[in-house]
């Protein structure tokens, strides 16, 4: 089998070869049989023609040869590509429109398949990595859905749960690099020695990090990736054993990652060892992960992820019983849930995804209705040709594959231009803000994509060669060959056929449309949310301390003092202040706080709330409402007085009969000494800390920044465009500590808009396939009606000469038009509604079932369809009588 | 000398493998041995001789190489293959199982039955 492929092979790729040697060889033969002719004593003409006429037909021979070899397949299938080429050139009309279709249809569809594929079905770049898990704790009566895992989880699962080969722990983090005056910060990660043996993947230099080096003093130690590493010490061959200064202090290179070495979404340059003191890792610390600790593992080869699950729950279950939080925990519905890493890390844009394939797949399916439509017309136009040819004898395989050849010559091309349509879609996305999705970043043009749109090229080819085929062989060659002499039957099938075309069109679209309707009304919805704030001219940025000079909180307290009165002092600055987590920021970890002297209610479980620390005149820069008593301001961060402010939901949740203001909670699970407890002085509008759209009322609490210290965010008000801020605000950073920089500096209303970006996106593309759809329906039901009212030219012209009125003849199409739009319309109308139930998770205030969008749709459709079928219902009103009957 | 037959179809491989197995042939000698060989039984249509050895070329049965003719022309020369000579084996037992046992059969008389 083999020997023959490469033998056809050869004969193919040496074509001229081939051909130039059998001319020869048989040359040859003639040759001598002549001259032994000539020997028997005829005449050299005599014999010439003798050893022709016994040699035979050359040229049969000559194509038995090449059959021998197969050659004959690929000679055929040439002839049918030319012939194909030159009628596709011979309509240019017909062929940019159906390429263009098919280009955008493909192109929306490669592009969104791009992010499927590079997001969902690539696999992480792990050896085996769907082995890979995360767990994570849950107290989803808490309000908590989701907490990471803790310090004291690590030490007590590492090497406990049978299921897991490796466990390991990971904390996303910032660095400072280099030397005093001249920072970068650099993103980072902290992790655990066994992480990069639980991803499979390690340094490719060097060594990864060692149990000794995960407590505080011994840790500055670091792994850099293959970028770092060439971008700081330009490939440094040496750099093992170097030090580098990271948050100030001297940090020995140990090893350096492979150049394709990537965690999931981070964005991380450098490694370090993610250190803890023996008190962090006390049963005490079990449930204070507070999301900012991931654990990962993977599973041991062949083990169910139910196993480990099992374990998991039964470790749980056995370290509660001599837990004095152990009861509290339970009532939270407290559980440590295994998951997939990579489904996990994806979860939250794999419906959105799925939805946009959907309308992709949906679009697609309009524009081949649409190229079915524009063949049969084709196919109407020649079918005389293809009449007359099988009648000399064109066998029907040949006709059929002539039609194959001819579409799929063209769905080839158009996969062609799809791709290229793909490759600029894809930037687009990153434009629209993919980037920011779970391996957004990693949105790659590859081989698989390529693949598919061949594939799907070639089977798009075979889908629309079906009807035409059918009908040009179903098609009684007698009606074919006389169907210009008069009006034949087999038209009507076809017009049947192309008019449910239209139909399943115009349901297609209007499903489409409704769907992005309901996409863009909940993106309207979300984005007249109010945020809690004024979200208008103000400027944040964060500064992350290094350990190395802030060790304790007074020199953060310090700091910030320092840096609001450097703020304060610039110009244009109406207010500011700091808090430990700006909304929206992306983080919403949240803790218990508990109220004075209130014993929870049966059944209650205690509330996770979102706990900030504030400091200058934070609420004022942000523009917070202030429902009751008064705003923490920056006396009271100097004051050492214990006063909080709670927002409107805390208020609620605890006294929805009274006044809040007064009473005295404790940050933290228990009640604690009289003199720890905070005194609530106001009460403020509630904020929205995940997102617009979030629903849960989950309470916060405002602490002075002096008792709940950490990472800030520096907000700050002013009466220029805050963008005109940013190089001020860093320099008033490094005014007060040289070593530090800010980073993620972004306008309030920049992290408001980009909050939305999961919504936004998606609702951009559901509107811009719509418009395309729309685009498409216009085309297909003009072409249809158009060839409607071309086929009964012969008819109205009778008609009109027996006197109808050109208004009877327009109105006549025009009903046509009316009724497929109507069939459309009820059948999109039902699909709709299905589509709205199935997308419901996406949609924010908008319920799936909206008469207002359906009312809307229908008329945007009806408009569409109508004004696309005017112009062929008023050309059927004016055709000429004369004419038509000349013509006839 | 006997009218020329007709070849059995499926015969004509048959008699080119063993022509080209006494010694490397060009198309033309093929021919001329095939008659030779074959007692100048068969009437083989000149034309049909190079379709059979492309096919047989393309199986691999025989392999080709341009040379020169006795009469210093250029002329491909086919030579039979590793595989051709065992397909010329499995063939040429095939035949003579088929032609005694036609043989015998024709042979039968009324007494042997």
Same mark, same amino acid.
Request: charged share 20%; with cysteine; net charge positive.
């Given at each position: 089998?083999?020997?023959?492929?490469?033998?056809?092979?050869?004969?193919?790729?040496?074509?001229?070869?081939?051909?130039?040697?059998?001319?020869?060889?048989?040359?040859?033969?003639?040759?001598?049989?002549?001259?032994?002719?000539?020997?028997?004593?005829?005449?050299?003409?005599?014999?010439?023609?003798?050893?022709?006429?016994?040699?035979?037909?050359? &040229?049969?021979?000559?194509?038995?040869?090449?059959?021998?070899?197969?050659?004959?397949?690929?000679?055929?299938?040439?002839?049918?590509?030319?012939?194909?080429?030159?009628?596709?050139?011979?309509?240019?009309?017909?062929?940019?429109?159906?390429?263009?279709?098919?280009?955008?249809?493909?192109?929306?569809?490669?592009?969104?398949?791009? #992010?499927?594929?590079?997001?969902?079905?690539?696999?992480?770049?792990?050896?085996?990595?769907? /082995?890979?898990?995360?767990?994570?704790?849950?107290?989803?009566?808490?309000?908590?859905?989701?907490?990471?895992?803790?310090?004291?989880?690590?030490?007590?699962?590492?090497?406990?749960?049978?299921?897991?080969?490796?466990? *390991?722990?990971?904390?996303?983090?910032?660095?400072?690099?280099?030397? *005093?005056?001249?920072?970068?910060?650099?993103?980072?990660?902290?992790?655990?020695?066994?992480?990069?043996?639980?991803?499979?993947?390690?340094?490719?230099?060097?060594?990864?990090?060692?149990?000794?080096?995960?407590?505080?003093?011994?840790?500055?130690?670091?792994?850099?990736?293959?970028?770092?590493?060439?971008?700081?010490?330009?490939?440094?061959?040496?750099?093992?054993?170097?030090?580098?200064?990271?948050?100030?202090?001297?940090?020995?290179?140990?090893?350096?990652?492979?150049?394709?070495?990537?965690?999931?979404?981070?964005?991380?340059?450098?490694?370090?060892?993610?250190?803890?003191?023996?008190?962090?890792?006390?049963?005490?610390?079990?449930?204070?992960?507070? &999301?900012?600790?991931?654990?990962?593992?993977?599973?041991?080869?062949?083990?169910?992820?139910?196993?480990?699950?099992?374990q998991i729950d039964a470790q749980n279950a056995r370290l509660e019983v001599d837990d004095p939080q152990g009861k509290m925990i339970a009532d939270a519905g407290f559980r440590s849930l295994v998951v997939q890493l990579h489904g996990d890390h994806v979860a939250s844009i794999r419906p959105t995804l799925l939805l946009l394939q959907a309308g992709a797949l949906a679009l697609l399916l309009i524009g081949t209705v649409n190229l079915g439509n524009l063949f049969l017309v084709r196919a109407g136009s020649r079918a005389k040709e293809h009449a007359v040819r099988q009648a000399l004898g064109a066998s029907r395989k040949h006709i059929t594959s002539e039609v194959l050849v001819e579409t799929t010559l063209l769905t080839l091309g158009g996969g062609l231009l799809g791709l290229a349509i793909a490759a600029g879609g894809i930037r687009l996305l990153s434009a629209l803000g993919a980037e920011s999705l779970p391996l957004g970043s990693q949105i790659v043009f590859d081989g698989r994509l390529a693949m598919v749109a061949l594939a799907a090229a070639i089977s798009l080819g075979v889908v629309l060669a079906v009807p035409i085929a059918w009908l040009n062989l179903r098609r009684p060659l007698g009606d074919a060959l006389q169907s210009e002499g008069r009006s034949g039957t087999s038209v009507r099938a076809t017009?049947?056929?192309?008019?449910?075309?239209?139909?399943?069109?115009?349901?297609?679209?209007?499903?489409?449309?409704?769907?992005?309707?309901?996409?863009?009304?909940?993106?309207?919805?979300?984005?007249?949310?109010?945020?809690?704030?004024?979200?208008?001219?103000?400027?944040?940025?964060?500064?992350?301390?290094?350990?190395?000079?802030?060790? %304790?909180?007074?020199?953060?307290?310090?700091?910030?003092?320092?840096?609001?009165?450097?703020?304060?002092?610039?110009?244009?600055?109406?207010?500011?202040? #700091?808090?430990?987590?700006?909304?929206?920021?992306?983080?919403?970890?949240?803790?218990?706080?508990?109220? =004075?002297? /209130?014993?929870? /209610?049966?059944?209650?479980?205690?509330?996770?709330?979102?706990?900030?620390?504030?400091?200058?005149?934070?609420?004022?820069?942000?523009?917070?409402?202030?429902?009751?008593?008064?705003?923490?301001?920056?006396?009271?961060?100097?004051?050492?007085?214990?006063?909080?402010?709670?927002?409107?939901?805390?208020?609620?949740?605890?006294?929805?009969?009274?006044? $809040?203001?007064?009473?005295?909670?404790?940050?933290?699970?228990? =009640?604690?000494?009289?003199?720890?407890?905070?005194?609530?002085?106001?009460?403020?509008?509630?904020?929205?800390?995940?997102?617009?759209?979030?629903?849960?009322?989950?309470?916060?609490?405002?602490?002075?920044?002096?008792?709940?210290?950490?990472?800030?965010?520096?907000?700050?008000?002013?009466?220029?465009?805050?963008?005109?801020?940013?190089?001020?605000?860093?320099?008033?950073?490094?005014?007060?500590?040289?070593?530090?920089?800010?980073?993620?500096?972004?306008?309030?209303?920049?992290?408001?808009? %980009?909050?939305?970006?999961? !919504?936004?996106?998606?609702?951009?593309? $559901?509107?811009?396939?719509?418009?395309?759809?729309?685009?498409?329906?216009?085309?297909?039901?003009?072409?249809?009606?158009?060839?409607?009212?071309?086929?009964?030219?012969?008819?109205?012209?009778?008609?009109?000469?027996?006197?109808?009125?050109?208004?009877?003849?327009? &109105?006549?199409?025009?009903?046509?038009?009316?009724?497929?739009?109507?069939?459309?319309?009820?059948?999109?109308?039902?699909?709709?509604?299905?589509?709205? !139930?199935?997308?419901?998770?996406?949609?924010?205030?908008?319920?799936?079932?909206?008469?207002?969008?359906?009312?809307?749709?229908?008329?945007?459709?009806?408009? #569409?369809?109508?004004?696309?079928?005017?112009?062929?219902?008023?050309?059927?009103? !004016?055709?000429?009588?004369?004419?038509?009957?000349?013509?006839? | 000398?006997?009218?020329?037959?007709?070849?059995?179809?499926?015969?004509?491989?048959?008699?080119?493998?063993?022509?080209?197995?006494?010694?490397?042939?060009?198309?033309?000698?093929?021919?001329?041995?095939?008659?030779?060989?074959?007692?100048?039984?068969?009437?083989?249509?000149?034309?049909?001789?190079?379709?059979?050895?492309?096919?047989?070329?393309?199986?691999?049965?025989?392999?080709?190489?341009?040379?020169?003719?006795?009469?210093?022309?250029?002329?491909?020369?086919?030579?039979?293959?590793?595989?051709?000579?065992?397909?010329?084996?499995?063939?040429?037992?095939?035949?003579?199982?088929?032609?005694?046992?036609?043989?015998?059969?024709?042979?039968?008389?009324?007494?042997? #039955?």
């Amino acid at each position: 089998m083999f020997k023959r492929i490469r033998s056809l092979f050869r004969a193919f790729t040496h074509r001229r070869d081939f051909e130039d040697g059998m001319t020869e060889e048989l040359s040859f033969h003639i040759e001598q049989y002549t001259e032994e002719l000539i020997q028997s004593g005829l005449s050299p003409s005599e014999a010439a023609r003798r050893a022709r006429i016994e040699f035979g037909g050359l &040229n049969s021979i000559e194509g038995d040869c090449r059959e021998a070899r197969g050659l004959h397949l690929f000679d055929e299938l040439g002839r049918q590509f030319r012939y194909a080429w030159r009628m596709l050139r011979k309509t240019p009309g017909f062929t940019i429109t159906a390429l263009l279709t098919l280009a955008v249809c493909l192109g929306a569809n490669l592009t969104i398949f791009a #992010v499927i594929n590079s997001v969902l079905l690539r696999p992480l770049p792990f050896p085996e990595s769907d /082995r890979l898990v995360t767990i994570f704790n849950t107290y989803p009566k808490a309000g908590v859905d989701r907490d990471g895992a803790s310090i004291t989880n690590y030490y007590e699962r590492r090497g406990q749960i049978p299921a897991f080969a490796s466990t *390991s722990i990971y904390r996303y983090s910032t660095a400072i690099i280099g030397e *005093s005056g001249s920072t970068e910060r650099e993103q980072a990660m902290e992790v655990s020695p066994d992480f990069f043996s639980t991803l499979g993947l390690g340094p490719v230099v060097g060594r990864t990090f060692k149990e000794e080096e995960t407590s505080f003093g011994t840790n500055h130690v670091v792994v850099m990736t293959d970028a770092f590493w060439r971008h700081s010490s330009n490939a440094d061959p040496h750099i093992i054993g170097k030090k580098i200064r990271v948050d100030g202090n001297p940090t020995i290179v140990i090893g350096v990652l492979p150049p394709d070495f990537r965690f999931l979404s981070s964005e991380a340059r450098l490694y370090f060892p993610l250190a803890s003191s023996l008190e962090d890792r006390t049963p005490q610390q079990r449930h204070s992960g507070g &999301n900012s600790i991931q654990m990962i593992a993977r599973l041991r080869s062949g083990i169910p992820l139910a196993q480990a699950q099992e374990q998991i729950d039964a470790q749980n279950a056995r370290l509660e019983v001599d837990d004095p939080q152990g009861k509290m925990i339970a009532d939270a519905g407290f559980r440590s849930l295994v998951v997939q890493l990579h489904g996990d890390h994806v979860a939250s844009i794999r419906p959105t995804l799925l939805l946009l394939q959907a309308g992709a797949l949906a679009l697609l399916l309009i524009g081949t209705v649409n190229l079915g439509n524009l063949f049969l017309v084709r196919a109407g136009s020649r079918a005389k040709e293809h009449a007359v040819r099988q009648a000399l004898g064109a066998s029907r395989k040949h006709i059929t594959s002539e039609v194959l050849v001819e579409t799929t010559l063209l769905t080839l091309g158009g996969g062609l231009l799809g791709l290229a349509i793909a490759a600029g879609g894809i930037r687009l996305l990153s434009a629209l803000g993919a980037e920011s999705l779970p391996l957004g970043s990693q949105i790659v043009f590859d081989g698989r994509l390529a693949m598919v749109a061949l594939a799907a090229a070639i089977s798009l080819g075979v889908v629309l060669a079906v009807p035409i085929a059918w009908l040009n062989l179903r098609r009684p060659l007698g009606d074919a060959l006389q169907s210009e002499g008069r009006s034949g039957t087999s038209v009507r099938a076809t017009q049947s056929l192309r008019q449910s075309f239209v139909v399943s069109q115009v349901a297609l679209a209007f499903m489409l449309l409704a769907g992005a309707g309901l996409l863009g009304i909940s993106l309207q919805h979300s984005m007249d949310v109010s945020p809690g704030f004024r979200p208008d001219h103000i400027l944040t940025g964060k500064i992350a301390f290094p350990l190395k000079g802030y060790a %304790d909180d007074t020199a953060k307290v310090a700091f910030t003092e320092k840096l609001l009165n450097e703020i304060g002092q610039l110009p244009d600055v109406l207010s500011a202040g #700091v808090v430990t987590n700006v909304p929206l920021s992306g983080k919403s970890g949240k803790s218990a706080a508990t109220i =004075q002297g /209130r014993s929870p /209610r049966a059944g209650e479980s205690p509330r996770g709330h979102y706990s900030y620390g504030v400091g200058g005149d934070y609420f004022k820069a942000m523009g917070f409402s202030l429902l009751e008593g008064r705003f923490l301001t920056a006396a009271d961060s100097r004051s050492n007085r214990r006063f909080c402010v709670v927002d409107q939901d805390f208020a609620h949740y605890y006294w929805p009969n009274g006044s $809040a203001l007064g009473h005295r909670l404790f940050e933290g699970s228990e =009640q604690g000494k009289d003199a720890d407890a905070f005194t609530i002085i106001g009460i403020v509008g509630s904020v929205k800390q995940a997102g617009l759209t979030e629903e849960a009322a989950q309470g916060a609490v405002y602490y002075p920044y002096a008792f709940h210290s950490g990472d800030i965010f520096v907000v700050v008000r002013t009466s220029m465009p805050p963008e005109s801020l940013g190089l001020t605000l860093q320099a008033a950073v490094r005014q007060v500590d040289p070593d530090l920089p800010v980073n993620d500096v972004r306008t309030m209303e920049a992290r408001v808009t %980009d909050s939305l970006a999961a !919504r936004r996106t998606p609702a951009l593309l $559901a509107a811009l396939f719509s418009a395309i759809a729309l685009l498409l329906v216009a085309i297909g039901s003009y072409g249809v009606l158009s060839y409607a009212v071309e086929q009964r030219r012969r008819e109205i012209g009778v008609r009109m000469a027996l006197g109808a009125l050109p208004g009877q003849i327009r &109105n006549q199409f025009l009903l046509l038009a009316l009724r497929l739009l109507a069939y459309g319309v009820m059948l999109g109308g039902v699909g709709a509604c299905l589509t709205g !139930r199935a997308m419901q998770t996406l949609l924010f205030h908008v319920p799936a079932f909206n008469l207002a969008i359906l009312i809307g749709v229908t008329g945007v459709m009806g408009l #569409v369809s109508i004004v696309a079928c005017l112009l062929p219902s008023y050309r059927a009103a !004016r055709t000429s009588i004369v004419e038509v009957i000349r013509a006839a | 000398m006997a009218k020329p037959v007709d070849l059995l179809p499926g015969t004509l491989d048959m008699l080119i493998l063993k022509a080209v197995s006494l010694r490397p042939l060009h198309g033309y000698a093929v021919l001329q041995r095939i008659r030779q060989i074959s007692g100048e039984v068969f009437d083989i249509p000149q034309g049909s001789l190079y379709p059979a050895l492309y096919r047989l070329e393309h199986q691999a049965l025989i392999a080709a190489e341009w040379g020169q003719s006795e009469n210093n022309r250029r002329a491909k020369y086919y030579t039979l293959t590793t595989a051709g000579r065992r397909r010329l084996r499995e063939e040429t037992a095939g035949w003579n199982r088929l032609a005694s046992g036609i043989a015998s059969a024709l042979n039968t008389r009324p007494e042997e #039955v």
